[in-house]
C-alpha cells in the first residue's frame, strides 16, 4: 500500500509560479514511478508530468505544459514536486500525485490507468 499526500496548491494570478509536493510512504520510494495528472472541471483527468523510477533520469511531459513545468524527486526526502511556471487560467485544476508500482516500461505513463495509487488531490486556480 502507497499513500500519497500532495500539498503546495493555491490561487495565483496568471504568469506567476507554485510548487506542488506529493509525500509518499508505504513503499521505497525510489522503486516508484512518479505522475502528476489534472482535472478540470467538466473535463477529463489529463497527463501532466511523469519521472522515472531509481534516478529519475527519465521525464516526460504534455505538450501544454512542456517548457513551463519541471517534475522532480527527491528519494531522500520520498517526495515527487511539480514546478510550475507562467501559470495560464488553463492550467486551473485539481493536481493530483499518481504512483506506479510495476515496470514502467510496460506501461503508457501518460494513461492514469496505468498507475496504481492516488493522492487526494491538490486545487490550483489561476486568475486571469
Known amino acids: 500500500q502507497v499513500q500519497l499526500v500532495e500539498s503546495g496548491g493555491g490561487l495565483v494570478q496568471a504568469g506567476g509560479s507554485l510548487r506542488l509536493s506529493c509525500a509518499a510512504s508505504?513503499?521505497?520510494?525510489?522503486?516508484?514511478?512518479m505522475g502528476w495528472f489534472r482535472q478540470a472541471p467538466g473535463k477529463e483527468r489529463e497527463f501532466v508530468a511523469t519521472i522515472i523510477r531509481w534516478s529519475g533520469a527519465a521525464t516526460d511531459y504534455a505538450s501544454s505544459v512542456k517548457g513551463r513545468f519541471t517534475i522532480s524527486r527527491d528519494n531522500a526526502k520520498n517526495t515527487v514536486y511539480l514546478q510550475m511556471n507562467s501559470l495560464k487560467a488553463e492550467d486551473t485544476a485539481v493536481y493530483y500525485c499518481?504512483?506506479?508500482?510495476?515496470?514502467?516500461?510496460?506501461?503508457?505513463?501518460?494513461?492514469?490507468?496505468?498507475?496504481?495509487?492516488w493522492g487526494q488531490g491538490t486545487q490550483v486556480t489561476v486568475s486571469s
Open positions: 508505504g513503499r521505497t520510494f525510489s522503486s516508484l514511478t
Open positions: 499518481a504512483a506506479l508500482i510495476f515496470n514502467p516500461s510496460l506501461a503508457d505513463l501518460s494513461r492514469w490507468d496505468s498507475y496504481n495509487y
